[in-house]
């Protein structure tokens, strides 16, 4: 059971993740702004951190560079959760120190299978 963050402003899109990791056997925490996440990243170490782009104050990418530029939280993979789906976001992310995205509205399956997918590819890295 991996413990993942969720940084995302949407309380309905927080609890549809929420459901959707626990489905997956997965403990969750939220928080609904960059600032609270990055606090929570700090001190909890979460084995994942999923990252809304378009947050109040700091945005998500902005959040994940803070992240990235840690040492002590560098190693964390963190998943994009966006409504962007056009050409050259993928990079845009990936240069922010996103490990992958995934599309809004979430699909169980392919969210799920972004998950673990980086979770698996943590373990094999420690």
Do not use: W
């Not at 960059?34 to 084995?47: H, Q, T």
């Not at 104050?57 to 789906?85: E, H, N, Q, W, Y």
């Amino acid at each position: 059971m991996a413990r993942i963050l969720i940084i995302e402003d949407n309380a309905t899109n927080r609890r549809l993740t929420q459901a959707m990791l626990k489905k997956g056997g997965h403990k969750s925490m939220i928080a609904d702004n960059a600032d609270e996440g990055l606090r929570i990243v700090r001190k909890e170490r979460p084995d994942l951190v999923l990252m809304d782009i378009q947050l109040p104050g700091m945005d998500g990418l902005s959040a994940t560079r803070v992240l990235k530029a840690d040492p002590d939280t560098a190693a964390i993979p963190v998943i994009a959760l966006t409504a962007f789906a056009m050409k050259g976001d993928d990079e845009r992310m990936r240069a922010a120190g996103c490990n992958g995205y995934v599309v809004k509205p979430i699909r169980y399956r392919e969210f799920l299978q972004t998950v673990e997918r980086l979770l698996a590819a943590e373990e094999k890295q420690e």
